[in-house]
T-cell receptor, first 116, second 114 residues
């Protein structure tokens, strides 16, 4: 069975601080995909990134960066110089190709609050 | 490009009543999903359609929940009869491909069962 753990339930930072959201996953599939989604107060989940299990290169997109480490089954997300607009719930998610199927399994989410 | 449309935005019902939610996916998206998101938790897949066929409904409580996607476009999710534990946000999402692609979500329907 697939499982995603986001140990940090809530994080509060002051604007311009860097913040890292942790994500640890479990799967028996050799091919799988990892995602991050953002859920602002409006409720609509917004796609941020997708990585496949064969691509461990870190990725940077503006103030966002992602660190994928298969050795520790982690896919962490860092926001550099956080802004108030970054306040949201962030979900890490996992989907497989093999026996677990392609169902997207979400973690419990991390509520990020960025204070001015 | 229009996003995923859902209605109603909010619904309050009493237990044992029935309720229906509607979703219109992004034009051209073959795959449609219904997720249940209980407060403080991540979304959980209820059912996945590929065009008008069901791909995965293993987590749908079929004794009370039903869903259909006629003509492979919009979809309805029904609960009958509702229980208190059905209070949640019901999210609809769509994607171009069947699996492992990014999903586009609607704003959801917040259901309160009293």
């Amino acid at each position: 069975a697939q499982k995603v753990t986001q140990a940090q339930t809530e994080i509060s930072v002051v604007e311009k601080e860097d913040v890292t959201l942790d994500c640890v996953y479990e799967t028996r599939d050799t091919t799988y995909y990892l995602f991050w989604y953002k859920q602002p107060p409006s409720g609509e989940l917004v796609f941020l990134i997708r990585r496949n299990s064969f691509d461990e290169q870190n990725e940077i997109s503006g103030r966002y960066s992602w660190n994928f480490q298969k050795s520790t089954s982690s896919f962490n997300f860092t926001i550099t110089a956080s802004q108030v607009v970054d306040s949201a719930v962030y979900f890490c998610a996992l989907s497989g190709v093999g026996t677990s199927g392609s169902r997207l399994t979400f973690g419990e989410g991390t509520q990020l609050t960025v204070n001015p | 490009e229009a996003g995923v449309a859902q209605s109603p935005r909010y619904k309050i019902i009493e237990k044992r009543q029935s309720v229906a939610f509607w979703c219109n996916p992004i034009s051209g998206h073959a795959t449609l999903y219904w997720y249940q998101q209980i407060l403080g938790q991540g979304p959980k897949l209820l059912i996945q359609f590929q065009n008008n066929g069901v791909v995965d409904d293993s987590q749908l409580p079929k004794d009370r929940f039903s869903a259909e996607r006629l003509k492979g476009v919009d979809s309805t999710l029904k609960i009958q009869p509702a229980k208190l534990e059905d209070s949640a946000v019901y999210l609809c999402a769509s994607s171009l491909a069947r699996s492992n692609e990014k999903l586009f979500f609607g704003s959801g329907t917040q259901l309160s069962v009293l």
